[in-house]
């Protein structure tokens, strides 16, 4: 069973920069695509970025420019990343990592439809 394991958050003032990371163990490099996801009280959960097994990578609107998804690799482990900038207040969210195994054709890597496994979210609050 895949699982992952956030950390990295924590609370900064506007401007600043957090990375986060998440371990994803029995889960390997084969995997199709890896993503992180947000979710403010209230609101629905939202793709902030994603990466595939080649390497390509997609960023919500919001953070283009600002926020920049990586991965690592080790045996039966994937590590993967998120480089936070220019935070804004309106960063503030639970932030979760997701991963798929499977490819599905025409998935939407920014969907939360499209992961099957989820970590249990690491909070980032971002003060003006």
């Known amino acids: 069973q895949v699982q992952l394991v956030e950390s990295g958050g924590g609370s900064v003032q506007a401007g600043g920069s957090l990375r986060l990371s998440c371990v994803a163990s029995?889960?390997?490099?084969?995997?199709?695509?890896m993503a992180w996801f947000r979710q403010a009280p209230g609101k629905e959960r939202e793709g902030v970025a994603a990466?595939?097994?080649?390497?390509?990578?997609?960023?919500a609107d919001s953070v283009k420019g600002r926020f920049t998804i990586s991965q690592g690799n080790a045996e039966n482990t994937v590590y993967l990343y998120l480089q936070m900038n220019s935070l804004k207040p309106e960063d503030t969210s639970m932030y979760y990592c997701?991963?798929?195994?499977?490819?599905?054709?025409?998935?939407?890597?920014?969907?939360?439809?499209?992961?099957?496994?989820w970590g249990q979210g690491t909070q980032v609050t971002v003060s003006s």
């Open positions: 990466i595939t097994r080649g390497g390509s990578t997609v960023y």
């Open positions: 997701a991963a798929e195994i499977q490819c599905r054709l025409g998935a939407r890597v920014l969907s939360t439809s499209s992961y099957t496994y």
């Open positions: 029995k889960y390997t490099a084969s995997g199709c695509y």
